[in-house]
Every structure is written in C-alpha cells, then in structure tokens.
C-alpha cells in the first residue's frame, strides 16, 4: 500500500509572503502536501515591497502553528530570486495557487522565467471555489476595520491578528 502521494520522492516549494496566511494559502499546502513527498512553504522576504504587517517571525511563527500537523510539510524562509532558493534547496517543483484567470496570467510569466532561471516547472492548484476571493490584503483590510475573517483564517492566525489589532489600537 502506498501513501497516495502521486510524486512520493518529490521535493515541491510553495512560495509567498503570507502576511497573513489565509485558509486558501492552508487549502493549496494540504493538497500539496498529499501529492508531494516533502513540501516546504517558503516565505519570500522582499525589501523592494512595501513593509509587511507581519514581521517574518510573525509570519514564521503562524505558518508552523498551521501545519504542525502535517509531518511532510516546513516553514522556510529565503531573500532574493525564488530560482536560486528553489535550486539551492535541490526541489523539483514550485507550488502555486490559482484563484482567478487573473492570477494564472501573473503567475504563468513567473512560472516560465523560473523555468528558464532554475529549469525547475511550477504546479499549478486551483483554489477551492469557497476561497477564490481570498487574498491576504483583503483579509487584512477587513480585519483592521473591524470586520469578521474568522471564517478566511486559521484559528493561529486570527489569535495574533487579535494581538496585532490590540497592540495597534494602544499606540
């Protein structure tokens, strides 16, 4: 009998800033994580993008709360071009999620210079419908004015928005 995963000796890296990680961010790492044999999820560390809400340990911290039930599944973090990271960690694949037609246009140029960077292919999983308007900047907008992400979040990661928003509000 076999573990179901399809790519059993695959090491797959599925990249993003996760600030914050949201229930879609968790849906597209359970898949990924039943069809590769080792996932790492990378958080991308960007000095050119605006400050992130979330610190990296924030972040870091969050993500392993998420997937400590997940015994194929580590918190990574990396600066610099994805294709070096992904070559440097010797993975096969990059993982992406699909929501929207708009993200396959953005995501489709990323996979193909990847592809030519680090002759590494992107796997692309579509999003279950329930979270195809999910995105960690609408999440936090909502948040911080005052609206209910309960159901958009793990609960982790609504605990330290929690923290986050008090911390804000006393300043």
Request: charged residues 25%; contains cysteine; glycine residues 6%.
């Amino acid at each position: 009998m076999t573990d179901g995963k399809v790519a059993r000796g695959t090491l797959a890296v599925y990249p993003g800033s996760f600030d914050p990680p949201t229930n879609g961010h968790l849906d597209v790492i359970e898949r990924a994580a039943r069809v590769f044999g080792e996932l790492v999820v990378a958080i991308v560390v960007n000095p050119q993008k605006r400050a992130p809400m979330f610190s990296l340990d924030e972040r870091v911290t969050m993500l392993k709360r998420c997937v400590e039930r997940f015994d194929n599944v580590r918190v990574e973090h990396f600066t610099g071009l994805l294709a070096d990271y992904v070559k440097a960690a010797k993975a096969q694949v990059i993982v992406k999620g699909l929501r929207v037609v708009s993200d396959f246009e953005s995501e489709m140029s990323a996979a193909l210079m990847n592809r030519s960077l680090s002759d590494v292919d992107t796997f692309f999983l579509m999003s279950d419908q329930k979270y195809s308007f999910v995105s960690s900047s609408l999440v936090k907008e909502v948040f911080f004015l005052g609206g209910d992400v309960a159901a958009l979040v793990p609960q982790p990661v609504l605990r330290l928005m929690a923290e986050k928003r008090t911390t804000l509000q006393r300043r």
